[in-house]
């Protein structure tokens, strides 16, 4: 709802258009400020050992799920 489409134009559209989308980058904004937070707490708890990768993940509505990786 808050793309401004509905499921079936979710489902149709192209990665970067829906990437694009205002809603869609104020979520991927908001996931990649809770990494900055939570990244560091895993790195500190599990030291070297962990190999952290990070990637925000968004959803829109149920047809769609984008994700990218976060350094």
């Not at 489409?5 to 104020?26: N, T, W």
């Amino acid at each position: 709802g808050e793309a401004g489409m509905d499921g079936v134009q979710a489902a149709a559209a192209d990665e970067g258009d829906l990437q694009a989308l205002p809603a869609v980058e104020q979520a991927f904004a908001a996931a990649e400020r809770q990494l900055q937070i939570y990244g560091p707490r895993l790195q500190a708890k599990y030291g070297a050992a962990m190999k952290l990768c990070s990637f925000a993940v968004v959803s829109v509505g149920f047809e769609r799920i984008l994700w990218r990786r976060v350094h």
